[in-house]
């Protein structure tokens, strides 16, 4: 089936500009994630959601960052005010569900990661 | 808090050859998952291989495989026959076990190595 696909696959925008950046997950992946991969910081993460929830936004940078996920599928991550430094990559993930896995112990689906939106703020 | 160090930030193999690429971490916890990503110039991150941690048994892929070792907290990823299709950026990454049913944790990534496959 399809991966995880992201739009647009690249963005130019003024300083203090608002952008949005879609990411659409692995049909029926319930888990959505927000990483970012600059030269600077390497990869960090941003935000997880479980369904339309977010129970770890701890990595959001600042308040002029916010991400929503509605019907359980697409999530937009928002940055308003864009200021240089938030240039980068901008990877979304998805994966299936957490569960047990054959010798009864709890695992974890493997995160699956789309191509990225590369924004440039000048 | 975790931490994945990779010590190299660039290899080069010749085609066929075999190439070890190195991971460290850091962790107070036990329950927890390894990966290695790899990310061509495409920008795609690719899984290549992934370890849980409560598993003795190293991890293999066809052409890659891992060496965990867990007292030591090390993951290495080996490239046998490397092929010019492996030139790419490979990150190490490291997964906490969920908190609970229903939940999913963050990936903790290295700073990446990048490895270039000559002819």
């Known amino acids: 089936g399809a991966g995880v696909s992201q739009s647009p696959s690249n963005k130019v925008t003024e300083k203090g500009k608002d952008v949005e950046l879609r990411c659409d997950p692995i049909s029926g992946h319930t888990a959505l994630y927000w990483y970012r991969q600059s030269l600077g910081q390497g990869l960090e993460f941003l935000i997880y959601?479980?369904?339309?929830?977010?129970?770890?936004k701890s990595g959001l940078p600042s308040d002029r960052f916010s991400a929503e996920r509605t019907g359980g599928s697409v999530s937009t991550l928002t940055i308003q005010r864009t200021q240089q430094e938030d240039s980068a990559v901008y990877l979304c993930?998805?994966?299936?569900?957490?569960?047990?896995?054959?010798?009864?112990?709890?695992?974890?689906?493997?995160?699956?990661f789309g191509p990225g939106t590369r924004l440039t703020v000048l | 808090a975790q931490t994945v160090t990779q010590s190299q930030p660039e290899m080069s193999v010749q085609e066929a050859e075999t190439v070890t690429l190195s991971c460290t971490y850091d962790?107070?916890?036990?329950?927890?998952?390894l990966f290695w990503y790899k990310q061509p110039p495409s920008r795609q991150m690719i899984l290549v291989i992934r370890q849980e941690a409560y598993k003795q048994q190293n991890a293999t892929e066809n052409r890659f495989s891992v060496n965990f070792q867990k007292a030591a907290k090390s993951f290495s990823l080996k490239i046998s026959d490397s092929q010019l299709g492996d030139t790419a950026m490979y990150f190490c990454?490291?997964?906490?076990?969920?908190?609970?049913?229903?939940?999913?944790?963050?990936?903790?990534f290295g700073t990446g190595t990048r490895l270039q496959v000559t002819l």
């Open positions: 993930a998805s994966s299936l569900r957490t569960g047990k896995g054959l010798a009864g112990v709890s695992s974890t689906d493997t995160q699956y």
């Open positions: 959601f479980q369904g339309n929830s977010a129970p770890d």
């Open positions: 962790t107070s916890e036990n329950n927890y998952y």
């Open positions: 990454a490291f997964m906490k076990h969920p908190p609970r049913a229903g939940t999913a944790s963050k990936l903790t």
